[in-house]
């Protein structure tokens, strides 16, 4: 393949991923589906006018590391403390109530799997998807009836937040035992040091950036040395500890999300992610959903696996609330609040697939999940919230 080749492969992939992003917004489905099923439609499935290529993938694997690095970089560390105990609790059960339910569903479809083979990981691993809460939806939803800034929307956001982190450090487990060198003790260890190391050089490069930032105030040397941060440190995550690259990049948006030009450093990563690197990354997934072994089968178990991934998180997080003390309504609220997916369920998902944990036509059930979840969520928040109102008047 000529090297001049990529130029036309990327010219592709943005109008495409555009022009079906813009499509998937005008449904009042999320932009990130539109840009899945443009790189199935224009990936080697159907159209074959881009061809997977390492440079491809090297640049779907830098528009995953941006896209979680943003992630951090919007964490609210002082929201997160003020909510923590029951935002933790309520995120710990939205976390194990839909591992354990997307395991046992694998293990329902296709057998038992004894502890430690190949099955059993790639059980465990769609748990791990279900894991994930994306509450962009729900924030907006809520700030459209005012409710945002709430009790129950307050705990949301919080709960939401942990949520990931936990997700994240779910994954890194599941990946790091499946390594047939690794042994559990050691997994444990090295994450644990990771983040140990990742707290102690974050906590001097907070100060650092935290003294630039003062000196230099919306600066672009301030993004420059934080993207090159992110990818330290993602570095360091996969190369010196064995665990994901993500998880990193996570870890260095989390380092700098206090700072005060966080959302400066956000925006200027929001150019290159939104134009290339995003919708590259989007598209890449499209290209591995395989629709050549899709079946009957395949079918029933999506369908299965978007219904076990509402329920469990709407019963997890909804009962947990209630332990909580919060009423039953406000419960049910927070439990449909917390089950939308969006990119996290997709990072997670590709990451999967790279290490072997994934297959590729089980992605059609994860952005089954993703249109379900985002369509249907503010639906039943406004039906909710009309109903109190109802009931109070």
């Not at 779907?60 to 029951?86: C, H, N, R, W, Y």
């Not at 995550?237 to 450093?265: K, N, P, Q, W």
């Amino acid at each position: 393949m000529e090297a001049y080749n990529v130029f036309k492969d990327l010219g592709i992939i943005i109008i495409f991923a555009k022009l079906f992003g813009i499509l998937a917004r005008k449904c009042k489905a999320p932009q990130v589906v539109g840009e899945i099923i443009a790189g199935l439609i224009i990936g080697p499935s159907i159209l074959g006018l881009v061809q997977q290529s390492d440079f491809l993938v090297q640049m779907a694997e830098v528009g995953v590391v941006l896209l979680m690095f943003s992630a951090g970089l919007e964490t609210d560390l002082k929201e997160l403390m003020k909510t923590g105990p029951i935002a933790l609790l309520i995120a710990c059960a939205g976390v194990f109530v839909p591992l354990i339910g997307g395991a046992l569903l694998y293990m329902g479809f296709y057998g038992m799997a004894p502890w430690g083979s190949e099955k059993f990981f790639m059980a465990v691993f769609m748990g791990v998807i279900m894991t994930a809460t994306s509450v962009s939806i729900t924030v907006q939803s809520l700030k459209e009836m005012g409710k945002l800034k709430g009790k129950v929307g307050t705990t949301i956001l919080s709960a939401a937040i942990i949520d990931d982190v936990i997700g994240i450090l779910v994954l890194t487990f599941v990946i790091g035992f499946k390594n047939p060198q690794s042994n559990p003790t050691g997994v444990v260890l090295s994450t644990l040091l990771f983040f140990l190391l990742a707290f102690a050089v974050g906590t001097i490069v907070y100060r650092i950036f935290k003294k630039l930032d003062e000196r230099y105030p919306h600066t672009q040397r301030i993004p420059i040395l934080s993207l090159a941060l992110c990818f330290f440190f993602a570095y360091a995550a996969e190369h010196y500890f064995g665990i994901a690259d993500i998880t990193g990049a996570y870890a260095a948006g989390v380092v700098l999300c206090s700072i005060r030009d966080s959302s400066y450093i956000d925006q200027k990563m929001e150019i290159s992610s939104y134009m290339i690197f995003g919708p590259v990354f989007f598209a890449s997934i499209g290209f591995k959903t395989s629709i050549d072994h899709f079946s009957g089968g395949i079918l029933a178990f999506s369908a299965a696996f978007v219904l076990i991934a509402l329920i469990t998180k709407i019963i997890g997080c909804g009962l947990m609330a209630k332990a909580c003390r919060f009423s039953f309504p406000d419960s049910l609220k927070i439990g449909v609040g917390m089950m939308t997916r969006g990119e996290v369920a997709l990072i997670v998902a590709q990451k999967g697939l790279s290490v072997g944990l994934l297959t590729p036509e089980y992605f059609t059930a994860v952005i089954l999940l993703i249109i379900v979840s985002s369509v249907s969520t503010p639906i039943l928040l406004k039906l909710l919230y009309a109903k109190d109102s109802t009931e109070n008047y």
